[in-house]
């Protein structure tokens, strides 16, 4: 397997941007899902599962912080979404708290709550690097699955367990990555919704991509080899 893309999305459910190097962290890509927006009211974190209006925000890394485009004139993330929200970083100590529908094609079905991990703001303690094939991807937009690391060939759920050098960083590959409502929302560029994405997916048995913890922190670059330790 071979890097081909590198993903970074500095504001947790907004777009973020391709890169040709990425350095690699102890909690995962510099600056990836550092930020987010919390609801004042309800003190969660909100994702693009339960508000997809987030999708249409844009996110870049620039001097250790977020620079954001809205859709729009809009200039403020409260103003664009209508509710009382500020933007957040992660931190050291504290996790962020998200929501989700139980029935992902019944947006009307309970509500459930997890926490994530500390230091970012992914979806589960279980993962900080998302590393992804374009044959497991298909014809699919791999917009959809928000990876950081794209890889040539396919196979990559034969990994698990396994340790992986991908440029001079070291992950170890702790699961498949289980997919959500999240893959089936609308995006910019032309991305329609297509719950059938993620019917599809279940139907396979609910995981496409890895998910890895970091090792060894380093830098990968776009057309590193990716080699089983």
């Known amino acids: ?27 995962g890509f510099e600056g990836d899902r550092r930020w987010g927006v919390r609801d004042r009211s309800t003190g969660k974190v909100l994702t693009a599962k339960r508000v997809p209006e987030l999708l249409y925000g844009s996110a870049t890394w620039v001097e250790d912080r977020p620079v954001v485009t809205l859709p729009g004139d809009h200039t403020n993330v409260a103003g664009w979404l209508g509710r009382d929200v500020t933007l957040v970083e992660a931190t050291a100590d504290g996790r962020g708290t998200y929501e989700i529908a139980e029935d992902p094609f019944d947006e009307a079905s309970t509500i459930l709550e997890w926490n994530g991990p500390k230091g970012s703001f992914h979806d ?37 367990g396994a340790t992986l050098r991908v440029g001079t960083a070291v992950l170890s590959v702790v699961k498949g990555t ?35 913890h970091v090792i060894q922190p380093g830098e990968i670059h776009v057309g590193d080899e990716v080699e089983v330790a």
């Not at 094939?133 to 060939?153: E, I, K, M």
């Open 124 to 160: 589960s303690n279980r993962t900080q690097v998302h590393l992804l094939s374009t044959g497991s991807a298909g014809a699919w937009d791999l917009r959809r699955f928000r990876p950081n690391v794209v890889v040539n060939d396919a196979g990559e759920l034969d990994l698990v």
């Open 1 to 27: 397997m071979r890097v081909v893309q590198l993903w970074r999305y500095p504001v947790k459910s907004m777009q973020g941007e391709r890169l040709v190097r990425a350095t690699v962290t102890a909690t």
């Open 178 to 212: 289980a997919r959500c409502v999240l893959t089936t929302r609308a995006q910019p560029g032309g991305i329609e919704r297509d719950p059938d994405v993620l019917k599809t997916i279940l139907r396979a048995g609910g995981d496409l991509g890895i998910s890895c």
